[in-house]
């Protein structure tokens, strides 16, 4: 439905550019668009695949690198495709100063589409009993300390960034 809609976007948006500025600047400036998006994608696909290599060599994670590069490609699609609307999103996945804001919406859509009882923060109760004998790997028997415990899950409805204390 959500490529439905933005084909018909599309549509309406090149239709209203056409007959304000003329169809053969319209087709310009829609040619124009797609070799900036490809510009920019080379440009910005390096830069993001850069980070990702980097981050590999140095062995840390690289989801905030992994997001610019999905972003990157993306962006660049939506770029290199003829249409206004697309060429809007797109540049604004491409653009390093708005991406981060792409992102965080983005995540705030997945978050909300998970369920209230699947989301965080999750509170776990243990205690400790006495050392039982338990037979080991090799047949034998040792003593193995057992947690006892249970999971709690409950919707926490709290300040961004606070976790409720553990009980």
């Not at 991406?99 to 509170?123: E, F, N, T, Y």
């Amino acid at each position: 439905m959500a490529v439905g809609l933005l084909a018909l976007a599309e549509i309406i948006v090149f239709a209203l550019v056409a007959s304000w500025i003329g169809i053969g600047w319209t087709i310009l400036a829609a040619l124009a668009t797609s070799a900036l998006g490809g510009l920019l994608l080379a440009r910005q696909g390096v830069r993001a695949l850069g980070e990702l290599r980097e981050r590999a060599r140095a062995r840390r994670p690289a989801g905030r690198e992994l997001g610019d590069a999905g972003l990157v490609a993306v962006g660049g699609l939506l770029m290199v495709m003829p249409g206004f609307v697309g060429d809007l999103i797109g540049l604004l996945c491409l653009l390093p100063g708005t991406r981060p804001l792409i992102r965080a919406g983005l995540a705030r859509l997945a978050l909300s589409r998970v369920p209230d009882h699947l989301r965080g923060p999750v509170r776990v109760d243990s205690s400790r009993t006495a050392p039982v004998d338990s037979p080991g790997p090799s047949g034998g028997y040792g003593r193995v300390e057992v947690i006892e415990g249970e999971v709690v899950t409950e919707v926490v409805r709290d300040t961004p960034g606070q976790r409720p204390p553990l009980a």
